[in-house]
């Protein structure tokens, strides 16, 4: 089993060092392998986009020739989570500031984002969310965090705030705007690797 998490630019070793221990509280084995260049991808069973610069990571996901992979992977139904930049770039379609900074979307979930629909970094913030796949509430991390302005039939909406989403799945693809990987809680990372193992 290997899960790869894409290491352009963000928060890599954060949700590598998650992985290592939601995987080490499922009694599991599996190999962990970070992504810079083409060529990975396809050796991986799920993936990680992590949080960063969404404007710098969709250019050097093109550039890198990882994209495609990706969107391949997608098609296999194999399992793909994005925090924060990550669902951004899992959007089709996105609000003006998207389209003025011609930022790339992978396209893989039916929603539109609102690349920064909670403010800039002075207004990131944590509160208490209710998921529908965990018994308590989850504190989640939200950094200059963007958020799903509409979604299609097929997206299954996990968490908002007010009327922003902020969690949502459609099939075997998971988009966050939060960072799970900041907080020692592994239940969203678990709720992950439900998907694989």
Do not use: W
Not at 104 to 118: C, E, S, Y
Request: charged letters at 25%; one cysteine or more; glycine letters at 8%.
């Amino acid at each position: 089993m290997k899960i790869g998490v894409i290491a352009i630019q963000g928060d890599v070793s954060e949700h590598v060092e998650a992985l290592e221990r939601a995987i080490e509280q499922r009694g599991e084995q599996a190999e962990l392998v970070t992504i810079k260049h083409k060529g990975i991808v396809p050796e991986c069973d799920a993936l990680v986009l992590p949080g960063g610069e969404s404007t710098t990571l969709g250019k050097l996901l093109i550039r890198e020739g990882i994209a495609d992979e990706i969107r391949d992977m997608n098609t296999a139904g194999k399992p793909i989570m994005g925090t924060c930049a990550g669902l951004i770039l899992l959007a089709t379609s996105g609000d003006e500031q998207v389209a003025k900074t011609h930022q790339h979307l992978l396209g893989l979930m039916d929603t539109k984002v609102n690349r920064n629909a909670f403010g800039r970094q002075r207004d990131s913030f944590e509160t208490e969310l209710e998921l529908p796949f965990l018994d308590e509430p989850y504190n989640a991390v939200f950094i200059r965090a963007p958020g799903i302005i509409d979604s299609g039939n097929d997206v299954k909406v996990l968490a908002k705030i007010d009327d922003m989403i902020v969690a949502a799945e459609q099939g075997n693809v998971l988009a966050l705007a939060f960072h799970p990987e900041l907080t020692f809680d592994t239940r969203v990372h678990q709720y992950f690797l439900d998907k694989l193992f």
